[in-house]
């Protein structure tokens, strides 16, 4: 999740951590929630990701070369007369260095990602403005040092236009979607597209394999509250599919990468299998109920479960990278992990970025880079990393088979009563929040005005 690009904000477009690097060569890395920006609405938000098709049903994607098994069966007859739509749901990422500032701002300004007292929620604009501001100029650097921006939705778009394709394979002709969470093209452009198109029936399609509050429930969450306020839309059938790192064709196509990788090294049987995954505070495990952690454990096994089967019995580990702020985050920390495993004996480490199905920030710097470094410091020897599954053609084919099947499963979503209710619990609140907001910012202005070395510390915990 790109929102590392919160905490680790950095992309580069020169892949080369999938090979083994040696230490001589290195001296001593089912909702949906409204926002109140104007946004401008594209036209053409449909994918057309750049790539070839010929009449074999091979697709040629920038990110890798993938074929369709062309024996696949027949659609249900019921769905031949519905116009099917497909919306891939993802974070988005800023694509020039000018774009860092605003995406962040974009980020932390969500809820779910800083969780405020209800009390204080009238606080999260102006703090997701100071953040951002605090936090542009590091997060600048990173995107420098991937090339200056994120490759995120042009792998996207690919993905998208994968999935179209694999979808006809099968027999399934369907509209491909990109909606971005906190960059474009973002999510109402997407939805303005599915209305233009007059899509009978929708798939959405989280491109995040465990749900978490902080990724999918966000996405899924802008999205739910835009058909709820359309007429059109609040009737409009849908399926959600929320998580699917469970499925076969995903863990399949995993274990495949890991093999794969195991085998640049010269002792494959001796390298520990390091799974990264994205980290997410403490508190909305055990406050909020959060369950990407069970359903990052899980997928960690079956995935080990698979390579067992397989006859590899490599030793691994889980651990969770990308935190920020001086909350607690889900344990163990990975840059902690690393040098342990280097301090061990760890002399060969495979690392494998669990929750990211494309490269960006936090595979491309925060991995390749940062942990990289930080690993052949602490002594370990031989460095892989597996690369995000991108347009794999077992992925790909195992995402068509979850939306035709989730198709028979869509709804409506009907709009909630309870708005009128909130929105009067709200103006009751509107003079104790004026008092609040008046004392706070006034508050604020007044201490780093007169004490700026405050500024600075508040900085050292972004």
Known sequence: ????????????????????????????????????????????????????????????????????????????????????????????????????????FNLFADPDIIRLPRLFQFLQRPLAQLISVLRAPKSKEGYAAIGGGSPLRR??????????????????????YVAMRYWYPFTEEAVHQIKKDGITKLVV?????????????????????????????????VSIIKSWYQ??????????????????????????????AHGVPVTYVEDA?????????????LIMQELKARGIGNNHTLAYQSRVGPVQWLKPYTDKVLVELGQKGVKNLLAVPVSFVSEHIETL???????????????????GRVPALGCTSSFISDLADAVIEALPLATAISPENSTKKSMSQESDTDIVRYVLKLF?????????LFFPKLISTFKNYL
């Open 289 to 301: 109920g959060d369950p990407y952690r069970d359903q990052m454990e899980e997928c960690i096994s």
């Open 440 to 448: 706070f910012g006034s508050f604020v202005a007044f201490t780093f």
């Open 205 to 237: 399609l989280p491109l995040y394999p465990q749900y978490s509050i902080s990724t999918s429930g966000s996405s899924i969450s802008l999205l739910q509250s835009i058909f709820r306020e359309d007429s059109y839309l609040s009737r409009l059938p």
């Open 1 to 104: 999740m790109e929102a590392a690009a919160s905490s680790k904000v950095i992309h580069h477009t020169n892949h080369l951590s999938a090979s083994r690097v040696p230490i001589s060569s290195h001296k001593p890395s089912l909702s949906f929630i409204s926002t109140k920006k104007s946004r401008h609405i594209s036209q053409n938000v449909a994918i057309k990701a750049s790539s070839k098709s010929d009449n074999v049903g091979k697709t040629f994607c920038t990110t890798g070369v993938w074929t369709f098994d062309q024996t696949v069966s027949d659609t249900p007859s019921q769905l031949t007369h519905e116009k099917v739509g497909v919306v891939l749901l993802n974070l988005g990422g800023p694509e020039t260095l000018h774009d860092v500032q605003p995406f962040l």
């Open 247 to 276: 499925r076969q064709g995903y863990i399949n196509s995993m274990a495949n990468l890991i093999e794969k990788e195991l085998q640049s090294f010269s002792k494959p049987e001796e390298v520990m299998i390091f799974f990264s």
């Open 365 to 383: 710097e925060e991995i390749d880079m940062e942990y990289r470094e930080l690993a052949l410091e602490s002594g370990i020897e031989n460095w």
């Open 155 to 176: 792998i996207t778009n690919e993905q998208a236009q994968a999935l179209k394709t694999a979808l006809e394979s099968k027999k399934l002709q369907a509209n491909v």
